[in-house]
Nanobody, 125 residues
């Protein structure tokens, strides 16, 4: 079992920044890949970013590439999503997810087996 708790969401103006955190407990954090997804009202959940077990490999959706950075601190059992140059279209509930049993990331939500409760990010224009 893995428990994931996100934090760091909030309201920010367009062009601003936020850093999301996701604290994990349960299985050995350094043994699996992690991802961030988001879901806007009326839309399907979409992939944002992912990172492999060591932090040495990352992957981003085209919509956030160059603006968002995913990282992890295995000593703190935490994965981060630094979001810069935020746009109103980034408004969504952001979820972190764990891909236990796999050290390499995936971009499909079906590839992840544990999910956090989500944190709201609202970007005003």
């Amino acid at each position: 079992q893995v428990q994931l708790v996100e934090s760091g969401g909030g309201l920010v103006q367009a062009g601003g920044s936020l850093r999301l955190s996701c604290a994990a407990s349960g299985r050995t954090f350094s043994s699996y890949a992690m991802g961030w997804f988001r879901q806007a009202p009326g839309k399907e959940r979409e992939f944002v970013a992912a990172i492999n077990w060591s932090g040495g490999g990352t992957y981003y959706a085209d919509s956030v590439k160059g603006r968002f950075t995913i990282s992890r601190d295995n000593a703190k059992n935490t994965v981060y999503l630094q979001m810069n140059s935020l746009k109103p279209e980034d408004t969504a509930v952001y979820y972190c997810a764990a891909r236990t049993g796999f050290r390499i990331y995936g971009s499909g939500s079906e590839q992840y087996d544990y999910w956090g409760q989500g944190t709201q990010v609202t970007v005003s224009s």
